[in-house]
Structure formats: C-alpha cells, structure tokens
C-alpha cells in the first residue's frame, strides 16, 4: 500500500478518467488537422497505469546535456577581450554574406570598425571556403560569430565546433526589427555583428552535434501523424460529397478491411461505402497511404521507446499530471539543456507562447513575428495545457479564470488556453533549472 500511495503523490492522475469524460471537457480550439486527432492517442499516453508511469520515470536517467553553462561562460570570456573580433553572418541557400568588426577607439570613443566583408558562396564545396576565409579571424584569435536562424544552419554549427570556434544564433527578426532605411545582405551581416559587439543582440545556443540527433529522432511521430489525420479528414469528406452522409464505419476498420481483402477495388463492403467505382479508386489509394503511415508511425515510436532512456529531463517530465511519454520525449529532446535559456520569459518566448502584440499608448499598433520559436514545444505544451485541465482541478480553476476575463474575445478559448499554456512552461522551467519537483500550487495559485 505504501508504494502505491507514493506512486499517486508522485503522479497525481485521476484513476478513472474515461475517453468520454475526455470528450466532455474537450477544449475546441485552433489547431492544425493533426492536433485534434491526436488527442485521444495523448490523453491515452498521459493516463496509463500509475504503476507503469512509475516504472517509465525511474527508468529514464538520461542527465541534460550540460553544455550550455560552459558554452555561455566561454562566449563571457571572448567579449572580455577589447581586440575580439565579431561575425555577423547572413546566410542563404548557396552563400552567406560575412562581415567581421572590431571594437576601436576613435575620438574618445568605442566605434565598430570594419575590418572584412565579403560573400562567400557555400554550395558544392561544404563550407571549405567559408572556413579558409575565417581563419585569419578565428584560430588563434578571441572571436565571437553570429548567424540568423534559417532552414541551413547545422552546417555551419558543425564547422565551427569541429574547429572549436565560438558561433551563437540569433533571432530571426533581428534584422526585419531593424528598420533600416536601406537594407541588403551586407548590412544586414554589418548590423549583425555591430549588435553583437555592443551586447544588445538577443541570442541563444543550438544543441551540439552529437546531441542534435536525439530531437531529430523525436520529431517525425508527430508530423507523421498529422499527415495521416490529414489523409482521414480527405476520406470523411470525400464520403460525405459523394454520400451526404457521415462515414459509418471508422477509417481504421477500412484500413483493416482493405488489407484483408487485398485493396480488392470491388469487395463488395468498399462498394457499399463508395458505389462509384472511379471514387473507390482514391478512397483505397487513401487507406493504403493510411496503412503505410501506420506502419512508419509504429517503427519510429519503437525506435523512440528503446532511446527514451537517453532522453534530457524525461523522468522529471513524466511526473507532471497530463504529460506522457510522447510530451515528456518531445519536451526533454526539444530543451536539450535548460541552462541554455537565461531566463523563464527567453523559455517561454521560446515555446511561441510569449505575447506578441505591439501596444502605444493603450492601443494595438500591430504584432511581432508570433512564429518566432519551436513549434514543436509549442504544440506540447499547448497539448500538455489541455489535457492537464482535465485532471489537475488549479489548472481547470486557472484555464476558467483565464476564459472569463476573454470570453468577450474572438478566440476566448485559444486565448485562456494558451495563457495555461504559457504557466506550465514557466513551471517546466522553474521545475528543471532548480531540480525541484513541479509544483501545481505555485504553477496556478
């Protein structure tokens, strides 16, 4: 009895929550297809067996990362030295426009100077030009380069840490914000390095190399399964143009019966379903790529399942109510290293659920970049926000509060989730940087 009552203070779950109290609560809101048919997959991941849950969280001893601390106390290190030199990078799919600069005293003041500049092509040589030009810069000289987030930046990362180099990113908008008069790549590269010599650039770390594989890993199960919610959404709409009815039967069942009948174009049940035989031919082509999603989506969870132990934070996370292991792997394998954030606001502006609105003078006068961030610990913590209202009653008190003071507002419901949202990251972090057990008391007052 004693380690039952341990597990339960350890993780808080109701022991009976049934799919269709689930259904009852469900919270509508704006999601991606994928996100609303993958509820019912997370809610039955969060509420497994207490025992089991138990089990998962002890197994798990994957420690952080542990880079960031050191990482952040060399790049202190290089901006101590008056003769550093700073890198601002802009970066496109065949080049990237370098510029470097160097503190100077002119006139009793500390300038920027420019000391190179030039746009150097990348593609077909894997970088080996963009690492000839830098040298005189970077080996054997305190150095601090800086490039945008984009789409192409693992390779450059790889360059620089093979050579111990010192390379951080930058956000996004930081040049979009700059409303400069006039603007091409080199002043966005100058204006780069210029905001990084003065310290007033906002910038973070990219995970190393040999971690980097591990959110890698994690990521396709949630877009494979979005993309087959896509392909189920096509079917039941497709039913209801032809038939002017809702599918009767589920699309798993389809699934099953088209496998067993060897996608037979004529079996007389998928006649009964689509009588036209043009229209059957879409229909089996759309459960056979159902099927084959099935079947990747089960081989990449394996995989995860056997790695999960190697996974950041997974035990701490697995012990908060409404997060499973999907959310817990994703979560763990997204932060890498908590120290990487300085803070909670840079954490929770991270996972896109910081306040993007421009206000003067009481008045809206337009939004910043609501993008900027991970999708992906977006989604989990949102996800995470909407199943921890079901079963922890501070969270349903929180969401409640939340929705009366936006219910005179579009999007009420997206709003107060999102703020819930926006209080387990801020928890989540509190809870990993102090190593302290999440605390629904001090999460949700």
């Given at each position: 009895?004693?380690?039952?009552?341990?597990?339960?203070?350890?993780?808080?779950?109701?022991?009976?929550?049934?799919?269709?109290?689930?259904?009852?609560?469900?919270?509508?809101?704006?999601?991606?297809?994928?996100?609303?048919?993958?509820?019912?997959?997370?809610?039955h991941?969060?509420?497994?067996?207490?025992?089991?849950?138990?089990?998962?969280?002890?197994?798990?001893?994957?420690?952080?990362?542990?880079?960031?601390?050191?990482?952040?106390?060399?790049?202190?290190?290089?901006?101590?030295?008056?003769?550093?030199?700073?890198?601002?990078?802009?970066?496109?799919?065949d080049?990237?426009?370098?510029?470097?600069?160097?503190?100077?005293?002119?006139?009793?003041?500390?300038?920027?100077?420019?000391?190179?500049?030039k746009?150097?092509?990348?593609?077909?040589?894997?970088?080996?030009?963009?690492?000839?030009?830098?040298?005189?810069?970077?080996?054997?000289?305190?150095?601090?380069?800086?490039?945008?987030?984009?789409?192409?930046?693992?390779?450059?990362?790889?360059?620089?840490?093979?050579?111990?180099?010192?390379?951080?990113?930058?956000?996004?908008?930081?040049?979009?914000?700059?409303?400069?008069?006039?603007?091409?790549?080199?002043?966005?590269?100058?204006?780069?390095?210029?905001?990084?010599?003065?310290?007033?650039?906002?910038?973070?770390?990219?995970?190393?190399?040999?971690?980097?594989?591990?959110?890698?890993?994690?990521?396709?199960?949630?877009?494979?399964?979005?993309?087959?919610?896509?392909?189920?959404?096509?079917?039941t709409?497709?039913?209801?143009?032809?038939?002017?009815?809702?599918?009767?039967?589920?699309?798993?069942?389809?699934?099953?019966?088209?496998?067993?009948?060897?996608?037979?174009?004529?079996?007389?049940?998928?006649?009964?379903?689509?009588?036209?035989?043009?229209?059957?031919?879409?229909?089996?082509?759309?459960?056979?790529?159902?099927?084959?999603?099935?079947?990747?989506?089960?081989?990449?969870?394996?995989?995860?399942?056997?790695?999960?132990?190697?996974?950041?934070?997974?035990?701490?996370?697995?012990?908060i109510?409404?997060?499973?292991?999907?959310?817990?792997?994703?979560?763990?394998?997204?932060?890498?290293d908590?120290?990487?954030?300085?803070?909670?606001?840079?954490?929770?502006?991270?996972?896109?659920?910081?306040?993007?609105?421009?206000l003067?003078?009481?008045?809206?006068?337009?939004?910043?970049?609501?993008?900027?961030?991970?999708?992906?610990?977006?989604?989990?913590?949102?996800?995470?926000?909407?199943?921890?209202?079901?079963?922890?009653?501070?969270?349903?008190?929180?969401?409640?509060?939340?929705?009366?003071?936006?219910?005179?507002?579009?999007y009420?419901?997206?709003?107060?989730?999102r703020?819930?949202?926006?209080?387990?990251?801020?928890?989540?972090?509190?809870?990993?940087?102090?190593?302290?057990?999440?605390?629904?008391?001090?999460?949700?007052?």
């Amino acid at each position: 009895m004693e380690n039952n009552s341990t597990i339960e203070q350890l993780i808080p779950f109701a022991k009976n929550a049934g799919s269709e109290a689930v259904e009852e609560t469900f919270v509508q809101r704006e999601a991606r297809p994928g996100d609303t048919v993958m509820t019912d997959e997370l809610v039955h991941d969060s509420v497994m067996n207490l025992a089991e849950r138990a089990a998962e969280a002890a197994a798990c001893k994957a420690v952080p990362f542990n880079f960031a601390q050191e990482a952040w106390s060399i790049i202190d290190a290089q901006r101590c030295d008056p003769d550093c030199y700073y890198i601002g990078m802009d970066l496109h799919s065949d080049n990237v426009v370098v510029t470097v600069i160097q503190s100077r005293f002119e006139r009793g003041q500390l300038v920027g100077k420019r000391v190179y500049k030039k746009r150097i092509t990348t593609i077909n040589d894997g970088g080996a030009t963009l690492v000839k030009e830098l040298e005189p810069f970077c080996s054997g000289h305190t150095h601090l380069a800086c490039v945008e987030s984009t789409y192409n930046i693992y390779f450059v990362f790889d360059l620089f840490e093979e050579r111990g180099w010192n390379i951080v990113i930058a956000d996004p908008c930081a040049v979009s914000q700059a409303r400069l008069k006039a603007s091409n790549d080199f002043t966005d590269a100058e204006y780069l390095a210029e905001r990084l010599r003065t310290n007033s650039l906002h910038v973070s770390l990219i995970l190393p190399h040999d971690t980097r594989g591990v959110p890698d890993m994690v990521r396709p199960p949630g877009v494979l399964v979005q993309d087959r919610a896509r392909q189920k959404i096509i079917i039941t709409n497709m039913y209801a143009n032809h038939r002017g009815l809702r599918l009767p039967a589920r699309i798993d069942k389809l699934v099953e019966l088209g496998k067993e009948q060897g996608w037979n174009l004529d079996d007389p049940e998928l006649t009964a379903v689509l009588p036209d035989r043009l229209a059957r031919v879409k229909l089996v082509s759309l459960l056979q790529m159902v099927a084959y999603t099935d079947q990747v989506i089960e081989f990449v969870s394996g995989e995860i399942k056997k790695r999960c132990k190697e996974i950041p934070y997974t035990a701490a996370l697995l012990k908060i109510t409404g997060i499973g292991p999907v959310l817990a792997t994703t979560i763990g394998s997204e932060i890498g290293d908590i120290a990487r954030f300085q803070n909670s606001k840079n954490f929770v502006s991270y996972c896109r659920l910081a306040p993007t609105s421009r206000l003067s003078n009481g008045k809206k006068k337009g939004e910043s970049n609501a993008k900027n961030g991970n999708a992906y610990l977006s989604w989990a913590m949102t996800e995470a926000a909407n199943i921890m209202m079901r079963y922890e009653p501070r969270a349903k008190k929180a969401y409640e509060r939340s929705l009366k003071k936006h219910q005179h507002v579009a999007y009420g419901r997206v709003i107060a989730l999102r703020s819930l949202a926006a209080r387990i990251a801020r928890g989540i972090y509190a809870a990993l940087s102090t190593g302290e057990v999440f605390d629904p008391r001090k999460c949700f007052g």
